[in-house]
């Protein structure tokens, strides 16, 4: 919930530089988001750190792409993330963690185990 919270403070606060995106734009950003969400939530379940963080760093990104949105945006993103996660919460969690785990490659793993350790090494300084 803290990150639905977060998610309408941070589209809302990104509204003010309007460029009208079309409805499927706007549709596609709020169902990633909701995909990039319960992939971040199957990580946390698993305790996998680099997962997580790999998720979560793809729904911040896809804030961050849509900055440049009008309030009207805003609510179209939130209202399919809402619908998007409604449907994904009723497919068995072994299929979502599958998919999960297929679209996070070994590849992204790595960097991501590599970006974390760099983190990790910046903070102790």
């Not at 530089?17 to 379940?45: F, H, I, M, W």
Request: charged share 25%; glycine share 4%.
């Amino acid at each position: 919930m803290k990150i639905l919270t977060l998610t309408v403070f941070l589209l809302i606060s990104l509204s003010v530089n309007a460029k009208p995106l079309s409805d499927q734009q706007l549709k596609l950003t709020g169902r990633a988001l909701a995909n990039y969400q319960l992939c971040s939530d199957v990580a946390e379940d698993r305790n996998d750190p680099a997962m997580f963080h790999y998720y979560n760093d793809m729904y911040n990104d896809s804030l961050r792409a849509g900055k440049l949105l009008y309030i009207g945006g805003v609510q179209v993103i939130f209202t399919e993330q809402q619908k998007t996660a409604i449907k994904l919460d009723q497919i068995d969690k072994d299929s979502i963690t599958l998919l999960c785990l297929s679209r996070f490659d070994g590849l992204s793993r790595k960097m991501q185990e590599q970006k974390m350790a760099a983190e990790k090494n910046t903070t102790k300084m």
